[in-house]
Nanobody
């Protein structure tokens, strides 16, 4: 089992930055040679949960990162296996980025933007961007 805890959300003005963290406990991100895929999703009231970014890796390959078109060039996903943490650096935030941000994980290196393919989820961290 893996427990995921997000942090780093908050209130920021348009054009500002935040860095979200997703820390795993229970089973570490370096515990398996088959690797992990960790994604960030977000959900606003009345909207579907949408993919934001993900990173996937294994013992035989470095991190493969990918992004939703809406955040490409503004957000950067990264990992620190020593800290068992995946980060989402968000720059040039806009009001439309306002949402509850979740991190999710699945065992194995898999390129997927579909929420229900992820097995483990955190509780979310709120990001609010004012205009």
């Amino acid at each position: 089992q893996v427990q995921l805890v997000e942090s780093g959300g908050g209130l920021v003005q348009a054009g500002g930055s935040l860095r979200l963290s997703c820390q795993a406990s229970g089973r570490t991100f370096s515990s398996s040679a088959v690797g992990w895929s960790v994604g960030w999703f977000r959900q606003s009231p009345g909207k579907e949960r949408e993919f934001v970014s993900a990173i996937s890796w294994s013992a035989w390959s470095a991190g493969d990162t990918y992004y939703a078109d809406s955040v490409k060039g503004r957000f950067t996903i990264s990992r620190d296996l020593a800290k068992n943490t995946v980060y989402l650096q968000m720059n040039n935030l806009q009001p439309e980025d306002t949402a509850l941000y979740y991190c999710a994980a699945l065992l194995g290196r898999r390129r997927t933007v579909v929420a229900n393919t992820y097995d483990y989820w955190g509780q979310g961290t709120q990001v609010t961007v004012s205009s």
